[in-house]
């Protein structure tokens, strides 16, 4: 699949945009995109994205974690349990001021 269909079906997922708008949308990214030097560079797509940063996760992940709930944790943050505890380690350590 090329990159110009691939970003013209995700604006056409959900977004309301016609056929012919979502088209347009996709070629004016990758111009965008080649006039700021990305023309021929491989870009990594995440396999799980995530829009909340990674500081956000852990606090909220410390702040949900009660001990007994780490698969729930790790389900809901697509995260494994080592993510848990390293986030928890992190923020513990920062908040001892290490």
Known sequence: MSLGRMIQ???LD???LSKKEAERLAVHIIE???RQGRAGSVCYWPKN???TPKEERAEAIA???NGR???EIC???QVSSVTVYRD???LRGTAAGK
């Open 32 to 34: 965008a995109g080649a």
């Open 88 to 90: 928890l380690h992190k």
């Open 75 to 77: 389900e809901k943050y």
């Open 14 to 16: 959900g977004s309301g």
């Open 9 to 11: 079906d995700a604006l």
């Open 69 to 71: 709930n780490l698969k």
């Open 49 to 51: 994205y995530r829009p």
């Open 63 to 65: 702040r949900e974690y």
